[in-house]
C-alpha cells in the first residue's frame, strides 16, 4: 500500500496527572527505557515520539487488512507539572489528539481533571488510558486479549476492577462525558473510550493504538491534509553547556536548515537565522541533523539569535514579509490574550498555558488588567499595587507555573496577593478565595465605619485619675478600640465617647485584642460612676445591630459573641430590641 504523501501523521499529546505513568505508556509503544533515565521517574522536558505505521502494525497485525491514509503518529510526552495547553496554535490546539491517562487505582485527580476541562474548551478527541491494571491485588495476564483477559480475572479482581471503573465512568459523567470501555463503544462521535492498559505489561496498549487509529482515519483526514505554509510552535528553550537549543513543533509545511524564521513576540517578530536543524528519530528520542523536515515533526535548532524567544511562541519562515507577518503573529497572539481595563495581573510560562488560563479566568467572570509570559517582576507589582486604589479584589498576581523573579523576593509586596500553582484550577480557587476574603474585609470594614464593636475590661489597679476626665487602664477583650467611640456598661448605661487611648504614653488611634492601653472619658467620675462596672461595650444603635446580625458570617467570633452580648444588655431595658 502506498502512503498518501499529502496527509501528515497525526500530533497526539499524552497527558495526565503527576505519576499517573504517561510515560510508561511511551515507553512501552516504543520500547527504549526512556523512563530509567529520567530523574526520580518524573518527565524533566517534553519530548518526540515518531512512530511510522510500518511499527504500528507490527503491533497491531488486525489493522494490517485496513486502508490507513496516514503515516504514523507524532506522540508528545507533557512534564507532569506543565499545562496540556502549551500546545496551541491559532484557530486551535495543536494536538490532533490526545491520550488521557488515568491511575485506575486512583481516579480523577486535580490535574486529570484541568486537563478534562481544557479538552472540552479546545474540543479535542481524546480517549483515556486506565493505566497500571496490574496494580490490582491479584490481577495477572492471562490472554493476549485485552477484553478476555478481564473476564478470566478471578472473582474478587474482578469485582474490585469493575468498582474502580464504575467510579471513574460515574466521575467523568460529572464533567459531561458518557463513558464506556471501548469494547462497548457503539459511536465514537458521543461516547468516550475507556482502554483498561499496564504500561509496565504492556496490557492495552495495541488497543490504544488502534483506538488512535480508527479514530485518525475516521475523523481527522481533513485536519490531516499538509499544508504549504510553514508554521510551527516553540515548546522550550534549553541550554546544554554553552549551546541554546530551542525545541519545538513543525505542524504545517517544511522546513530547510538555513532557512530565515520569524518568531512571535510580545513586540515586534524575531527575524533569526536557522544554524543547525535536527529532527526526531523514529521510535528514538534523539534528535538527527537534517537539511529538511516536513510536517509534522518534533524539531530542535540552533538559531543565530535566540535572546527573548519565549515558549508557546508561532513561528513561520520569513520571506522579507515582516508587514504580513506583524498583522498575522498580532491576531494570533490577540486572540489568545484579551485583556480588560481593570482586573488582575496573569503571568504564565508560555503563551499556550497564558491563553488555557485566560479563557478559564473569563469562565468565572474574572477580569485580567495585563497578561504576558515569564516571571512575577516589578512591573506587575506596581501594576497590582495600583490596583489597590482602583479596587482592591484585583490587588492579586497569579503565576502558573512561575515565579517572582528576585528583585520582587527580596522586596515587600505590602497588601498585594501572589498566587501560585502549577494546577491552573487550583490556581483560580485560591483567587476566587483571596477575592471573596477581601470582599468581606471591605464590607467589614464599612460596617465598622459605622460603628465599632469592642468589649473592654476595666483594669481597677490603674486608675491615672478620678475625673476631669477619668483616665484608666482596660484590656481589649475582644473587637477593636477606637477614639471617639460612645461606651456603655453591663446595665446599658452610658459612660461617655473615649477622648484619647494611650499606649506607655503614647497616643494611639486604635487598639486590638489583648492590648491594655489607657483610656480618658470626660463628664466621668471613676469612683462613683464605674467602681462597681466590670466591663465596658461599645454603644451600637438597633439599625447597625441588626446589619451586623445579617452580616455575621463576616465577623469573628469574637465580634459576634460581643455584639450577642450587647444585644442581651439592651433587651434588659427594651425586650424587643433587636428583634
Known amino acids: 500500500m502506498k502512503i498518501n504523501n499529502k496527509i501528515r501523521q497525526p500530533i497526539v499529546t499524552v497527558a495526565g496527572h503527576v505519576d499517573h505513568g504517561k510515560t510508561t505508556i511511551l515507553d512501552n509503544i516504543r520500547k527504549t527505557g526512556i523512563q530509567e533515565k529520567e530523574a526520580g521517574g518524573i518527565t524533566q522536558k517534553i519530548s518526540f515520539t515518531k512512530v511510522p505505521l510500518e511499527n504500528i502494525k507490527k503491533r497491531c497485525p488486525e489493522i494490517q487488512k485496513n486502508e490507513l491514509d496516514f503515516?504514523?503518529?507524532?506522540?508528545?510526552?507533557?512534564?507532569?507539572?506543565?499545562?496540556?495547553?502549551?500546545?496551541?496554535?491559532?484557530?486551535?490546539?495543536?494536538?490532533?489528539?490526545?491520550?488521557?491517562?488515568?491511575?485506575?487505582n486512583e481516579g480523577l485527580m486535580p490535574q486529570t481533571i484541568e486537563v478534562i476541562e481544557i479538552l472540552k474548551l479546545n474540543k479535542i478527541p481524546f480517549i483515556i488510558a486506565l493505566n497500571k491494571i496490574d496494580n490490582i491485588f491479584g490481577w495477572t495476564k492471562k490472554s493476549e486479549n485485552l477484553k478476555e483477559n478481564i473476564e478470566r480475572q478471578l472473582k474478587n479482581t474482578k469485582l474490585d476492577f469493575n468498582e474502580k471503573l464504575l467510579m471513574i465512568i460515574s466521575s467523568l459523567y460529572h464533567h459531561g462525558f458518557n463513558a464506556k470501555p471501548f469494547y462497548e463503544i457503539t459511536d465514537f462521535a458521543t461516547q468516550l473510550a475507556l482502554i483498561p492498559c499496564s504500561g509496565k505489561t504492556g496490557e492495552g496498549i495495541k488497543e490504544i493504538l488502534m483506538m488512535l487509529c480508527g479514530l485518525s482515519q475516521k475523523f481527522l483526514q481533513e485536519n490531516l491534509k499538509f499544508k504549504k505554509e510553514t508554521r510551527g510552535i516553540i515548546l522550550e528553550i534549553k541550554k546544554e553547556k554553552s549551546m541554546k537549543y530551542i525545541e519545538a513543533i513543525l505542524y504545517n509545511g517544511a522546513l530547510k536548515s538555513g532557512d530565515k524564521i520569524a518568531i512571535a513576540s510580545f513586540d515586534d517578530p524575531i527575524i533569526t537565522k536557522i544554524r543547525v536543524l535536527e529532527e526526531i528519530e523514529s521510535i528514538s528520542n534523539k534528535f538527527k541533523p537534517v537539511i529538511e523536515t516536513h510536517a509534522a515533526n518534533g524539531i530542535r535548532m540552533q538559531l543565530i539569535d535566540s535572546e527573548k524567544i519565549l515558549p508557546g511562541m508561532p513561528f513561520t519562515v520569513f520571506k522579507d514579509n515582516l508587514e504580513e507577518i506583524q498583522e498575522e503573529f498580532k491576531k494570533e497572539i490577540q486572540e489568545k490574550i484579551s485583556t480588560d481595563k481593570e482586573g488582575i495581573i496573569v503571568k504564565a510560562d508560555s503563551l499556550g498555558s497564558l491563553e488555557a488560563l485566560i479563557k478559564l479566568l473569563k469562565q468565572e467572570h474574572i477580569k485580567i488588567v495585563y497578561a504576558s509570559i515569564g516571571s512575577i517582576n516589578k512591573r506587575d507589582l506596581i501594576s497590582a499595587k495600583t490596583n489597590l486604589k482602583i479596587n482592591p479584589l484585583n490587588s492579586a498576581i497569579i503565576g502558573f507555573n512561575t515565579e517572582e523573579?528576585?528583585?520582587?523576593?527580596?522586596?515587600?509586596?505590602?497588601?498585594?496577593?501572589?498566587?501560585?500553582?502549577?494546577?491552573i484550577y487550583k490556581l483560580i480557587e485560591d483567587l476566587l478565595e483571596f477575592q471573596k476574603e477581601k470582599a468581606n474585609e471591605i464590607k467589614k470594614e464599612k460596617m465598622l465605619g459605622l460603628a465599632?464593636?469592642?468589649?473592654?475590661?476595666?483594669?481597677k489597679q490603674y486608675v491615672f485619675r478620678n475625673s476631669k476626665?477619668?483616665?484608666?487602664g482596660v484590656q481589649i477583650i475582644g473587637g477593636k478600640l477606637k477614639s471617639r467611640i460612645p461606651l456603655i456598661?453591663?446595665?446599658?448605661?452610658?459612660?461617655?465617647?473615649i477622648k484619647v487611648i494611650q499606649e506607655n504614653n503614647k497616643k494611639v488611634d486604635e487598639a486590638i485584642k489583648d492590648q491594655e492601653v489607657a483610656i480618658s472619658l470626660p463628664s466621668i467620675l471613676f469612683d462613683k460612676q464605674l467602681q462597681d462596672s466590670e466591663y465596658l461595650y461599645s454603644d451600637i444603635s438597633e439599625k447597625q445591630f441588626k446589619e451586623f446580625k445579617k452580616n455575621k458570617d463576616i465577623l469573628t467570633i469574637d465580634e459576634v459573641k460581643i455584639i450577642q452580648e450587647i444585644a442581651k444588655i439592651k433587651r434588659n431595658d427594651n425586650p424587643s430590641w433587636g428583634i
Not at 71 to 98: M, V
Not at 452 to 459: G, Q, R
Not at 489 to 497: A, R
Open 71 to 104: 503515516p504514523g503518529f507524532l506522540f508528545i510526552d507533557t512534564p507532569g507539572h506543565a499545562a496540556f495547553s502549551h500546545l496551541r496554535k491559532r484557530g486551535g490546539s495543536l494536538a490532533d489528539l490526545a491520550i488521557l491517562v488515568i491511575d485506575v
Open 405 to 423: 523573579d528576585e528583585e520582587v523576593k527580596n522586596i515587600d509586596k505590602g497588601k498585594v496577593k501572589i498566587i501560585k500553582n502549577e494546577v
Open 452 to 459: 465599632t464593636i469592642c468589649k473592654l475590661k476595666i483594669l
Open 469 to 472: 476626665p477619668a483616665i484608666f
Open 489 to 497: 456598661n453591663e446595665e446599658n448605661i452610658s459612660k461617655s465617647k
